[in-house]
């Protein structure tokens, strides 16, 4: 179990080239990031995450009216490569939109004057945990995924299409899909640089 979990973490990379085909089924999909959703700590157990999954054309929807949305603000000499990108992420066969409620949080702090000023970057370290875990995850299943941020330019258009509460802040888009192709090489920074350990 600790070689699997470890493997997991390792293999966990961007993955921009992916594919429609369902080598994993929706239903699976969707088991996977309520368990994630429900086992993610948050501080005070806040549990202000959300999640959207987005499949079919409601995935290709986000991705086209993202691209729109860019369209209107990129240079025209520069939207090639910016429309590519866009179209490899509307390749794959769905998105995970990463919400949190705002609601929650505005609640726990006044709640909790003490740690009023905490609670916003608490629940954005819980977020990011939240998007790592199902990345993890999805890459365990075979899947290829990568971790965008065209919020908040995309966020009054996602609220509209989808019927989302007005009080769920959109923190990332998590396109995924079967990898058409392996991240490519990285190089990581000396832990002699990035971790102390006295004894």
Known sequence: MTKDFYEAIKNRRSIYAIGKEKVVPVSRVEDVVKQAVKYT???FNATSGRVVLLFDENHEELWSM???TLREIV???NFAATEERINSFASGYGTVLFFEDQEVVAGLQEKMELYKDNFPIWSEQASGMLQYVVWT???LEGLGASLQHYNPLIDDQVKQKWGIPSSWKLRAQMPFGNPESPAGEKEYQSLEERV???K
């Open 41 to 43: 700590p948050y501080a």
């Open 66 to 68: 993202t691209k729109e």
């Open 75 to 77: 240079p025209l000499d």
């Open 137 to 139: 995850s999805l890459e």
């Open 196 to 198: 102390k350990v006295f």
